[in-house]
């Protein structure tokens, strides 16, 4: 069957994933052609399918340290793998499409803990990453064969498990004339560098601290709940940044630790959340938001500046995820980085909202094809591996 899939000339792929902002499935739908350099695709769809507030709180409570137990995770394993399998079959529906069709799903998962850097237990190193979103149920569901669990061979091999997206990267904005950063802003945000005619051992990539987490949490704190997210940036432009907190932020030691790294909840989650508003209880809540957009394209900028930009020329960035609709966090990066040209991904025939799911559609068909899907360079790994797990879809 495997093979069967994998030697069709064009497919249609579905990718979807859940980012740290959990605040839905993302689910893309592309048509491809090839792998590799070799890899055409055309954008067919994308749509969002928004978690219910109960679902939301279950997942940011299985996040959150010591908040989730192995029943809660267990059964968020399987609603979320539910709730995936209703995004695919939603997508294919808005794009006019049977379901029955779509050849393949890429699916990153809904990350719950993220642990890069080994522990030793019993004399042995372990390092790992969990993300739910039962594979096996979003194949029975669809009949739709499914690569997931696509960290935990990058981990295996010594490396960071993320970013992952950084060798898609690669494959659709690489350019003979112009140096490209390629910047993710999610929960977490992401960079790659894609220096002018690199190979793809010459690019690098790495997590460059908060996206929009910081932000959200602050915007749910001040909303009661009632908001996730600072729609366009209105809060925060209606705030005043701390210079004295964004210089604290910015002191962080995440920021200084060299790449290859991968962040998330760990660093920048709840408990980080609860000491900015412990610790400045006399800043209003617009002026915290303010604050945190500021620290999240000051972060960005420093990562660039310190990592990047010294090593080659870079002319241009490519912005994607929920971060490129905030008017104000844009704003903000572009006064942080000046010397770049900043533009949302869209203008490059990717949606800023679809990009990673995409890129998990791109990753699901190397898997197939047998090829490696991660880029040592970027994620820290000894050597290139295939990634994932592929379940098959239904007996035909």
């Given at each position: ?80 793998g539910e709730l995936f399998a209703r995004a695919i079959q939603h997508v294919a529906e808005k794009a ?77 904005f690489r350019n003979r004339s112009r140096g490209r950063l390629v910047l993710n802003i999610g929960g977490v945000a992401s960079l790659t560098a894609i220096p002018a005619s690199a190979p793809a ?196």
């Amino acid at each position: 069957m495997i093979e069967r899939l994998a030697s069709k000339p064009e497919k249609l792929v579905v990718g979807v994933m859940s980012g740290t902002s959990a605040d839905g499935v993302d689910a893309a739908l592309i048509q491809l052609r090839g792998s590799g350099d070799q890899l055409t695709w055309r954008f067919l769809r994308h749509e969002t399918l928004h978690y219910s507030v109960k679902v939301r709180d279950l997942i940011l409570r299985c996040c959150d340290p010591g908040g989730g137990d192995a029943a809660s995770l267990c059964r968020l394993n399987v609603l979320l793998g539910e709730l995936f399998a209703r995004a695919i079959q939603h997508v294919a529906e808005k794009a006019g499409i049977d379901a029955a069709s779509i050849d393949l799903v890429g699916s990153h998962g809904q990350t719950v803990q993220h642990l890069p850097v080994p522990v030793t237990i019993t004399g042995i190193p372990v390092r790992g990453s969990l993300q739910v979103g039962e594979p096996a149920v979003i194949a029975e569901r669809t009949g739709i064969t499914t690569v997931a669990n696509f960290r935990a061979r990058d981990l295996a091999a010594g490396g960071q498990g993320s970013p992952l997206v950084s060798f898609v990267d690669f494959l659709l904005f690489r350019n003979r004339s112009r140096g490209r950063l390629v910047l993710n802003i999610g929960g977490v945000a992401s960079l790659t560098a894609i220096p002018a005619s690199a190979p793809a051992d010459r690019v690098i990539g790495f997590d460059t601290g908060p996206g929009n987490m910081v932000i959200d949490g602050l915007v749910s704190h001040m909303t009661g709940g009632r908001e996730s997210l600072d729609l366009g940036g209105r809060y925060a432009r209606g705030g005043r940044a701390s210079d004295d907190l964004l210089a604290r932020l910015l002191d962080h030691p995440y920021l200084l630790l060299p790449p290859p790294k991968s962040c998330g909840r760990q660093e920048f989650g709840r408990p980080f959340l609860d000491s900015i508003l412990k610790e400045n209880g006399t800043l209003q809540p617009k002026d915290l938001i303010a604050t945190a957009t500021r620290f999240t394209a000051e972060s960005i900028a420093f990562a660039c500046r310190r990592y990047v930009m010294p090593h080659n020329v870079f002319e241009e960035a490519i912005v994607s995820g929920g971060g490129a609709r905030n008017a104000y966090l844009m704003e903000q990066l572009r006064a942080a980085i000046p010397e770049l040209s900043i533009k949302e991904s869209d203008e490059y025939g990717l949606p800023a909202a679809a990009k990673e799911a995409v890129a998990f559609a791109i990753l699901a068909n190397e898997t197939l094809h047998g090829h490696a899907g991660n880029l040592p360079a970027a994620t820290g790994a000894a050597h290139p591996v295939v990634l994932g797990s592929i379940v098959p879809g239904r007996l035909s």
